[in-house]
Every structure is written in C-alpha cells, then in structure tokens.
C-alpha cells in the first residue's frame, strides 16, 4: 500500500468549496423538486431530476462508498462528508424519479378527466 501525504491546507479548501457548491445544487434541487410535488408540475420534477443527475455525473457520489485506504485523518475527515453527500443525492435521485412519476400520472388523469374520457362518479 502506498502511503499518501496529508492533505495541504489548499486541498482541504478544494474539498470545502466543491463540497459547498454542490450541495447548493442539491439544495436547488430539493426545493423545486418540494414544488413540483407540492403543485403537480411535471416540468419542476424534470427540472429537479437533471440537476441531480448532472450533479451526480460531475461529483460522482458512488465513489465515497468506497472503504477508505488510507490511515490520513484529513482523507477520512472529508470522505465521511461525501459519503453523507452521495446519501443525500441518492434518496433526491429516488424522490426525484418519484415525483416525476407521480406529476405525470396525475396530469394524465386530469386531462382524461377535463376531456370526459373518465368519470370519478359513482
């Protein structure tokens, strides 16, 4: 195993601001995700989704889950904070792609139901 040597004070800010940044775009992405939800809009739920996922191609969260290899307390600080990031982008992905799926359901049903192709009546 090659030894790494700890992270500068550079690199720790590196890891700080894309940290940051992206979980702005997370935080985006939450709200108009809440919105579509909230209002059935299917375009917002789209909207929401391609922000995760152009965050996730460009941070790509999946490679935090990786088991740490290296005893560099430094590393091991800023691999927990993207691993609780790659958590948080999955479950927005699911949600994201739940959401979507529900707004088009619904707006289905209430074209069908405005064009009187189906009755909710008894």
Partial sequence: MHGIIAMAG????????????FTGALLIAAGILALAWWKRWWFAALIGCIICLFTGWLTQPW???NPPITNDPDESYWLFRWRIFAFFWAALCVVGVACFCTSIRDSKSWIANKSGLKSNSI
Avoid: C
Avoid at 10 to 15: D, I, K, P, R, V
């Fill in 63 to 65: 490679n935090a889950i």
């Fill in 10 to 21: 550079l690199a720790e800010a590196a890891e700080f601001y894309g940290l940051v940044i």
